[in-house]
């Protein structure tokens, strides 16, 4: 897995739990969305998380909801 920086994220809560997207500039250079289930309990780890384990979020929903890439 590569690092990736956090810069932005969005919890979502459901019948089943809670949901994060966060927004992810790669060690690459690149700006990514990813999505996942997470615990709620602690932010910090609930956005590490995501960042490591999160599936991929599709761009356009991405910028629709952080607005314009950077």
Same mark, same amino acid.
């Given at each position: #897995?590569?690092?990736?920086?956090?810069?932005?994220?969005?919890?979502?809560?459901?019948?089943? @739990?809670?949901?994060?997207?966060?927004?992810?500039?790669?060690?690459?250079?690149?700006?990514?969305?990813?999505?996942?289930? *997470?615990?709620? $309990? #602690? /932010?910090? #780890?609930?956005?590490?998380? *995501?960042?490591?384990? @999160?599936? /991929? $979020?599709? /761009?356009?929903?991405?910028?629709?909801? $952080?607005?314009? #890439?950077?």
């Amino acid at each position: #897995m590569n690092e990736a920086t956090p810069l932005n994220w969005r919890w979502f809560n459901c019948s089943r @739990g809670k949901v994060g997207v966060v927004k992810v500039h790669t060690d690459q250079g690149k700006i990514e969305y990813r999505i996942a289930p *997470v615990d709620g $309990f #602690m /932010e910090k #780890m609930d956005i590490l998380q *995501v960042v490591a384990w @999160g599936d /991929e $979020f599709p /761009e356009a929903a991405g910028v629709a909801l $952080f607005g314009e #890439m950077q």
